[in-house]
């Protein structure tokens, strides 16, 4: 069965430092990796996605990402901290078989990115 | 497009009421999500459809719960009778196809039973 860990349930960086949330996932096949944003009493919002070819992806507002095969992560990341960037990020997984699979979500992380 | 539209953004609910919640999907998308968010569990994924069939619905808690999509434009979430436990903001997604697609999500409908 697939499954997505965020393994920390809050990230705290000051603004204009670098950060990353990070993702780990298990699929029995090759993944479709995404992550998504949500921001308080809204729903989520597609950032960046994994599918094939260059393991660095880049996304929406600067976030990038970066595929690792052999560690099976997709660790989100940012050059330069924003105080607007404080959210809660998902990382999700979809197993790239053919037929229809599911989209699972990992437990989420909360970024607070303090001035 | 308005993208993925969710009625009632908030309901609240007797213990014992029936609840049915509603999902206009992008229109063009052929798959649609609903999902529960709560503190305790997060997203979870209740059900899925494929083309207005249901594929998956093993996320499907209790048989209170049923989900129909009678055309590709539309979908319920009901619940019957609801119990303070299915308080939770529940969200409907929908992509175009599967694989490497991204799901769209609405607004959510934040579901209290009292």
């Known amino acids: 069965a697939q499954s997505v860990a965020q393994p920390e349930d809050q990230v705290n960086v000051a603004e204009g430092n670098p950060l990353t949330v990070k993702c780990t996932y298990s699929?029995?096949?090759?993944?479709?990796l995404f992550w998504y944003v949500q921001y308080p009493n809204r729903g989520l919002q597609f950032l960046l996605k994994?599918?094939?070819?260059?393991?660095l992806v880049k996304g929406s507002y600067g976030f990038e990402a970066e595929f690792n095969k052999s560690q099976t992560s997709f660790h989100l990341k940012k050059p330069s901290a924003l105080v607007s960037d404080s959210a809660l990020y998902f990382c999700a997984v979809r197993e790239a078989t053919g037929g229809y699979n599911k989209l699972i979500f990992g437990a989420g992380t909360r970024l607070a990115v303090h001035p | 497009d308005a993208g993925v539209i969710q009625s009632p953004r908030h309901e609240v609910t007797e213990m014992g009421q029936e609840v049915t919640l509603r999902c206009k999907p992008i229109s063009g998308h052929n798959s649609l999500f609903w999902y529960r968010q709560t503190m305790m569990r997060g997203l979870e994924l209740l059900i899925y459809f494929n083309n207005n069939v249901p594929i998956d619905d093993s996320g499907m808690p209790e048989d209170r719960f049923s989900a129909k999509m009678p055309n590709a434009s539309f979908s319920t979430l009901k619940i019957q009778p609801s119990e303070p436990r299915d308080s939770a903001v529940y969200f409907c997604?929908?992509?175009?196809?599967?694989?490497?697609?991204?799901?769209?999500f609405g607004q959510g409908t934040r579901l209290t039973v009292v």
């Open positions: 699929v029995s096949g090759n993944p479709y």
């Open positions: 997604a929908s992509s175009l196809g599967q694989g490497g697609t991204e799901a769209f």
């Open positions: 994994y599918i094939t070819g260059d393991n």
